[in-house]
């Protein structure tokens, strides 16, 4: 089935493009190890924006558009002639070439299609009969085929893209020191915020009330989403640190199996975690390969960054699920008459929250 296309302004295109695109330098500026040599996206500044994902609203029913984004492809015709592009992806039958129109007499050609939120696909751009990979988008997935395409997510992706489960893992366990929810007070909040009441007045967990409160929220680790996060973010904006995540991930979870070779890095006790981010953030971590990965530390002032800034940023990004840093946040900071001094509501959208001035 094939989404429904928007006619956008062309001053939404420019608007958006001018900053990144209008640019004749054929240097690798803006390659800082993510690229391979002679990638064209090396010279595009933050092409980790393309396809171009934004907030949708069809005007009327804002709360079921908030379930969709608009994704706008991007193609920067560099030749005087008429171009014939299309792109073909996952989002439609990947058969079928939808076209993209020449924005004004400029040299972009652009198309925006309504996608639901929460999905992952591969697309490729159809340039006068010949297949190609978008030449902006740095993101890539190969099949088991072998087969290359260009990828893109929408917001609240859950599905993990950067990451085996193995990392994942460990990156859960690391985060657990970083977060101030593992505190009493913080776990007693998540605690009430999750929780919900069956038929018999009894506390039942595992089905959140954040569901009930909140349209599309959700709660995918105990850390309120960061892992998910980080794996949504070194995708794309922060592709370039992608390596260090790899590389020390793998060390870590090599020097756990040392010191514990017998149970899965899942159950090992939280005073092993506790030892290893004291001694990464000591930079002396006994055992540790300085060859392949010269400071855990780096990485370690790396990770809190990445994970502080997950949990508190908007659920669309993939952390902070069902806003529950923010309600965090909302109960903990009050005056001396118990009003919250956070009220993040008034300024975020519906469902989320509750400002009427913009939509989606």
């Given at each position: 089935m094939t989404p429904v296309s928007i006619n956008k302004q062309s001053q939404y295109i420019y608007n958006h493009c001018s900053r990144?695109?209008?640019?004749?330098?054929?240097?690798?500026?803006?390659?800082?190890?993510?690229?391979?040599?002679?990638?064209?996206?090396?010279?595009?500044?933050?092409?980790?924006?393309?396809?171009?994902?934004?907030n949708y609203s069809d005007g009327q029913d804002f709360e079921a558009s908030y379930g969709f984004n608009e994704v706008t492809f991007i193609y920067v015709a560099t030749?005087?002639?008429?171009?014939?592009?299309?792109?073909?992806?996952?989002?439609?039958?990947?058969?079928?070439?939808i076209p993209l129109q020449r924005v004004e007499n400029s040299d972009y050609y652009a198309l925006t299609l309504v996608i639901p939120k929460g999905q992952?696909?591969?697309?490729?751009?159809?340039?006068?009969?010949?297949?190609?990979?978008?030449?902006?988008n740095p993101q890539l997935s190969t099949l088991d085929n072998g087969q290359t395409w260009s990828r893109f997510f929408t917001h609240n992706c859950t599905t993990p893209i950067s990451f085996e489960r193995w990392e994942m893992q460990i990156l859960d366990r690391l985060t657990d020191h970083i977060l101030p929810f593992h505190t009493e007070e913080g776990r007693n909040f998540l605690n009430r915020y999750y929780a919900s009441k069956d038929n018999q007045g009894?506390?039942?967990?595992?089905?959140p009330q954040a569901n009930l409160t909140f349209a599309h929220a959700y709660r995918l680790d105990k850390s309120v989403g960061v892992v998910n996060y980080i794996d949504k973010l070194v995708a794309a904006a922060e592709?370039?640190?992608?390596?260090?995540?790899?590389?020390?991930?793998?060390?870590?979870?090599?020097?756990?199996?040392q010191q514990n070779p017998v149970l899965e890095v899942t159950d090992m006790p939280k005073i092993q975690f506790i030892q290893l981010y004291d001694a990464m953030a000591?930079?002396?971590?006994e055992n540790w390969p300085t060859e392949r990965y010269a400071s855990p530390s780096f990485f370690l002032k790396l990770l809190r960054r990445h994970t502080l800034t997950g949990a508190f940023s908007h659920p669309k990004y993939g952390g902070n699920n069902g806003a529950a840093s923010w309600a965090f946040l909302e109960e903990r900071y009050t005056d001396e008459n118990g009003k919250t001094l956070f009220d993040w509501r008034r300024s975020v959208e519906k469902p989320l929250g509750n400002a009427t001035n913009y939509h989606g």
């Amino acid at each position: 089935m094939t989404p429904v296309s928007i006619n956008k302004q062309s001053q939404y295109i420019y608007n958006h493009c001018s900053r990144y695109l209008a640019r004749s330098n054929n240097d690798a500026r803006h390659n800082f190890g993510q690229f391979s040599e002679g990638d064209p996206a090396a010279n595009i500044s933050e092409s980790w924006r393309f396809p171009i994902i934004d907030n949708y609203s069809d005007g009327q029913d804002f709360e079921a558009s908030y379930g969709f984004n608009e994704v706008t492809f991007i193609y920067v015709a560099t030749q005087a002639a008429t171009q014939d592009i299309a792109v073909i992806g996952s989002f439609a039958n990947l058969y079928e070439a939808i076209p993209l129109q020449r924005v004004e007499n400029s040299d972009y050609y652009a198309l925006t299609l309504v996608i639901p939120k929460g999905q992952v696909h591969r697309y490729k751009f159809l340039v006068n009969g010949e297949i190609i990979l978008d030449p902006i988008n740095p993101q890539l997935s190969t099949l088991d085929n072998g087969q290359t395409w260009s990828r893109f997510f929408t917001h609240n992706c859950t599905t993990p893209i950067s990451f085996e489960r193995w990392e994942m893992q460990i990156l859960d366990r690391l985060t657990d020191h970083i977060l101030p929810f593992h505190t009493e007070e913080g776990r007693n909040f998540l605690n009430r915020y999750y929780a919900s009441k069956d038929n018999q007045g009894k506390t039942v967990i595992d089905r959140p009330q954040a569901n009930l409160t909140f349209a599309h929220a959700y709660r995918l680790d105990k850390s309120v989403g960061v892992v998910n996060y980080i794996d949504k973010l070194v995708a794309a904006a922060e592709r370039h640190y992608l390596d260090d995540y790899h590389t020390c991930l793998a060390i870590i979870n090599q020097l756990l199996r040392q010191q514990n070779p017998v149970l899965e890095v899942t159950d090992m006790p939280k005073i092993q975690f506790i030892q290893l981010y004291d001694a990464m953030a000591s930079n002396f971590v006994e055992n540790w390969p300085t060859e392949r990965y010269a400071s855990p530390s780096f990485f370690l002032k790396l990770l809190r960054r990445h994970t502080l800034t997950g949990a508190f940023s908007h659920p669309k990004y993939g952390g902070n699920n069902g806003a529950a840093s923010w309600a965090f946040l909302e109960e903990r900071y009050t005056d001396e008459n118990g009003k919250t001094l956070f009220d993040w509501r008034r300024s975020v959208e519906k469902p989320l929250g509750n400002a009427t001035n913009y939509h989606g």
